[in-house]
């Protein structure tokens, strides 16, 4: 089992539309958190990232983080064409081990 | 921009050669970590240096070595190169403390062939 599950998609909304990107992981050790988004041959942008359990809003962006289930989620609100990019889950234990696992990014395209 | 930059953008050599990447972190970033993405495998971190030292080793192969040197820019060798090792290898940088806070390079798209 790989300590990270993303569903690939590809994702499919119209404009506006929210959309729910999740992960689920199967390291307890977990601490942090992360959302990135990349554009097609870009490096990995941080959108945002939280500790531990509960929720934390960024404009239109919420991650959500159930550690009890190991299930995190990105909501993104009033999607636009700009937010058309893969959308990668990444997790760290803390303390002094930085090593970022990834999920394999969900590829989402937002439809005018 | 993140702030990190990698140099080159592209490299296609031939396999049994070998490379050098290059990375520049964030200003006042004492750490660096190097990631290999490929469509199979997504993003696996390879190796993190802290100012100078080796902190942290993932699934790096034998034939890849790094360094960070005392300008805090930190170099990738690859040798022995596979037609396998063909990726997107990008760098990123964090500051004190702040590890699960990592930025992220443009990367360098290596193809062996």
């Known amino acids: 089992q790989k300590e990270v599950e993303q569903d690939p998609g590809p994702l499919s909304v119209p404009e506006g539309a929210i959309v729910s990107l999740n992960c689920t992981y199967s390291n307890s050790a977990f601490q942090y958190f992360m959302w990135y988004r990349q554009y097609s041959r870009k490096g990995p942008e941080l959108l945002m990232y939280t500790y531990s359990s509960g929720n934390k809003e960024d404009g239109r962006f919420t991650a959500q983080v159930d550690k009890s289930s190991k299930y995190i989620s990105l909501f993104i609100r009033d999607s636009q064409p700009s937010d058309s990019a893969t959308y990668l889950c990444a997790m760290n234990s803390g303390g002094s081990n930085y090593k970022l696992t990834f999920g394999k990014g969900t590829l989402l395209t937002v439809n005018p | 921009d993140s702030g990190v930059t990698q140099t080159p953008k592209h490299l296609i050599t031939a396999t049994g050669q070998r490379v050098t990447l290059r990375c520049s972190p964030r200003?006042?970033?004492?750490?660096v970590y190097w990631y290999q993405q490929s469509l199979d495998q997504g993003l696996q971190f390879l190796i993190q240096?802290?100012?100078?030292?080796?902190?942290a080793k993932g699934n790096i192969l034998e034939r890849f070595s790094a360094q960070q040197f005392p300008d805090l820019h930190s170099e990738l060798n690859l040798s022995s190169l596979e037609l396998g090792d063909s990726a997107l290898y990008f760098c990123?940088?964090?500051?004190?403390?702040?590890?699960?806070?990592?930025?992220f390079g443009p990367g360098t798209r290596l193809t062996v062939t």
């Open positions: 240096y802290y100012n100078g030292e080796e902190r």
């Open positions: 990123a940088s964090s500051g004190a403390g702040t590890g699960y806070e990592q930025y």
């Open positions: 200003s006042g970033d004492l750490s």
